[in-house]
T-cell receptor, first 110, second 116 residues
Framework: GDSVTQMEGPVTLSEEAFLTINCTYT??????LFWYVQYPGEGLQLLLKATKADDKGSNKGFEATYRKETTSFHLEKGSVQVSDSAVYFC?????????FGTGTRLQVFP | GAVVSQHPSWVICKSGTSVKIECRSLDFQATTMFWYRQFPKQSLMLMATSNEGSKATYEQGVEKDKFLINHASLTLSTLTVTSAHPEDSSFYICSGQSTEPNTEAFFGQGTRLTVV
């Protein structure tokens, strides 16, 4: 079945550093891809999405490009802030449900 | 974006009692509701999918008699943990989706359940 693989965390960065969180997927078709963010003690919030190959999703300085050839959807941000500290989940839409990666914890220090 | 309200945000109950968690879509009709369970530092595990007016579809390994799901209207779904035990302690999250296919799902704030 379809699956999502994320890099293991935690990812620890200093403020203003460049962020990359890798995400690759396995799917029979071309599913929509998502990044969700979970702040401590809260549910998930949609961060960005892409619905077809070569689409770039972006929000709050975060970006991810749907790469069909490498089956990837890596999350990037040019300059992280302390407030970006959270758990980030990559996900794909599989017919009738979301399939999540294991999540990557990001810790940003001042 | 659309809002899903989940209540309560946290609950403590005694072993053997039942706990009900509510999930409401506030500004859209959630044809489908999903219930997840999240263990510490782990991903979300889908427990069941419910469509308004029909029985929920449970994922393999999830006890349907223990985790009762009701989706009686397009704006409300409930999860009842029956005869709770300490191992049921977890973070439960709901999400709702409208009728349009391949669209995002909106998540509730989650419920921290502690069974003592």
């Amino acid at each position: 079945g379809d699956s999502v693989t994320q890099m293991e965390g935690p990812v620890t960065l200093s403020e203003e550093a460049f962020l990359t969180i890798n995400c690759t997927y396995t799917a029979t078709g071309y599913p929509s891809l998502f990044w969700y963010v979970q702040y401590p003690g809260e549910g998930l919030q949609l961060l960005l999405k892409a619905t077809k190959a070569d689409d770039k999703g972006s929000n709050k300085g975060f970006e991810a490009t749907y790469r069909k050839e490498t089956t990837s959807f890596h999350l990037e941000k040019g300059s992280v802030q302390v407030s970006d500290s959270a758990v980030y989940f990559c996900a794909l839409w599989d017919t009738d449900k979301l399939i999540f990666g294991t999540g990557t914890r990001l810790q940003v220090f001042p | 974006g659309a809002v899903v309200s989940q209540h309560p945000s946290w609950v403590i109950c005694k072993s053997g009692t039942s706990v009900k968690i509510e999930c409401r879509s506030l500004d859209f009709q959630a044809t489908t509701m999903f219930w997840y369970r999240q263990f510490p530092k782990q991903s979300l595990m889908l427990m069941a999918t419910s469509n308004e007016g029909s029985k929920a579809t449970y994922e393999q390994g999830v006890e349907k008699d223990k985790f009762l799901i009701n989706h009686a209207s397009l704006t409300l779904s409930t999860l009842t943990v029956t005869s709770a035990h300490p191992e049921d302690s977890s973070f439960y999250i709901c999400s709702g989706q409208s009728t349009e296919p391949n669209t995002e799902a909106f998540f509730g704030q989650g419920t921290r359940l502690t069974v003592v």
